[in-house]
Every structure is written in structure tokens, then in C-alpha cells.
């Protein structure tokens, strides 16, 4: 088991970009309310307490300096301005661990964005009613034994990530791993 720190990226089994969906496997596809889960622009901590009925806490992981690029890292976190801060969460509901995150951050923005750190993202960033945009990069599948520990379900697990902007500049990137046990209120991920 993990002991303390940031965990190393999930290794993805397979990605593709969110505007080029025709690179997922030969017979690969989502049903509806998954594709709006993975390549819609909302708030999935918002959606896991509709679904559930029960309030998203954050267990944060680690957080912690980013000294050099992780291996797994998106591609887009190369355009953040170093140096970089990566945090690590579990979002549960209940005693139900239903997703995973890490994100990647400029450090002065983290120190302005994250003050409670035990808050989702979107709650911290969209205080004040600050605009922001969501633009889904790639989604894909991801194997871990420890995602599947502590999910209490096998794999593969479904992932997606995206960054957040605010005037037009990027604030920051997230990966989200999501628990086939959400299947309970979405029904199968795919057809």
C-alpha cells in the first residue's frame, strides 16, 4: 500500500483526444450518460451528489512540489508555468470512494485558488462567480491494483482530463478516474 506522498500517474491502457473520438478501440462506445460524464463540460463533483444524494468529500492525498514533468503526465501541463504544484485526491460520497483526481498547478495560483484544500476544485475556483471555461482534452482507461483497492472493483477504470481557464489563460490541468460503481445510477459505460 501507499506510504505517503503523491502517487505515481495511472498508467493509461489506452487514450485518445476528446475532439477525435474515432481513435477509441475497434468497438469502443460510450453509452449516453457516461459521454456526458467524460466529454461534458460540468462539474463531476457536482454530478457524483446529484447522482448519489449525498455531499463530495475530498480526501486529499498529497500535495505537493512538481519539481520535473511525472511520467503519465497530460501533455497539457507542459503549458502551465513552472514551478508546478501536483495534488491528489479521493472524492467520496458517503464511505464510497467514487473517484480519483490529481491536477497540476502553478504554484502562486494554487496558493490564490486552493485555500481549503479539503474543497473540490470547482467549489474553490467558481467562489465569487468567477467565469470559467472547462475544455475536455482526452479520455481513456487506466489500470491500477491500488484504483482498484480502493474502489473495491476491478478495472479497467474510466479517466478523462481537462484544464480550467480564466481569462482565456489556463489555471490548471485535471485527470479524474472514475469508479465502475457509479454504473449503479449511470448504468453500463458502454454499449
Known amino acids: 500500500m501507499h506510504s505517503g506522498g503523491l502517487w505515481p500517474s495511472p498508467g493509461f491502457l489506452w487514450q485518445a483526444s476528446a475532439g477525435e473520438r474515432q481513435e477509441l478501440p475497434a468497438g469502443r462506445e460510450l453509452t449516453g450518460p457516461w459521454k456526458l460524464l467524460l466529454l461534458g463540460d460540468g462539474s463531476p463533483t457536482r454530478h457524483l451528489q446529484l447522482l448519489t444524494g449525498l455531499a463530495v468529500e475530498v480526501e486529499l492525498i498529497a500535495m505537493a512540489a512538481e519539481p520535473e514533468l511525472a511520467p503519465g503526465a497530460p501533455a497539457e501541463v507542459a503549458h502551465l508555468a513552472a514551478p508546478l504544484l501536483r495534488r491528489q485526491v479521493w472524492l467520496t460520497c458517503g ?9 497540476w498547478w502553478n504554484q502562486a495560483e494554487a496558493e490564490a485558488h486552493l485555500q481549503d484544500r479539503r ?3 470547482w467549489r474553490s475556483l467558481s467562489a465569487g462567480r468567477a467565469e470559467l471555461y472547462r475544455e475536455v482534452d482526452g479520455l481513456g482507461q487506466v489500470q491500477e491494483p491500488w484504483l482498484a483497492e480502493r474502489f473495491g472493483r476491478d478495472g479497467p477504470f474510466w479517466s478523462r482530463h481537462y484544464r480550467f481557464f480564466r481569462q482565456g489563460r489556463e489555471l490548471t490541468v485535471i485527470r479524474e478516474v472514475f469508479s465502475p460503481a457509479l454504473e449503479r445510477w449511470l448504468g453500463p459505460a458502454e454499449t
Open 119 to 121: 474543497l473540490p476544485i
Open 95 to 103: 464511505t464510497q470512494a467514487l473517484g480519483w483526481a490529481e491536477s
